[in-house]
């Protein structure tokens, strides 16, 4: 797959994901980190809540 993503700044998410603590991931924190770069989570609801 091939992906442009303009403007240019997606991989400092990436990067803040990839930093988080090892094991199961904080939902809550991962929907932050996204929101903080613009990106809605659209997650079942079984998944989204904290």
């Known amino acids: ?3 442009v993503v303009s403007p240019a700044g ?4 990436y ?3 990839a930093d988080m603590p090892p094991g199961p ?6 929907k ?4 903080d770069f613009g ?3 659209q997650l079942p609801p079984e998944v989204a809540r904290p």
């Open 39 to 41: 990106i809605e989570s």
């Open 10 to 13: 997606l991989e400092r998410c």
């Open 25 to 30: 991931k904080d939902i809550s924190l991962m």
């Open 32 to 35: 932050k980190i996204m929101a």
């Open 15 to 17: 990067q803040a994901r």
């Open 1 to 3: 797959m091939i992906f």
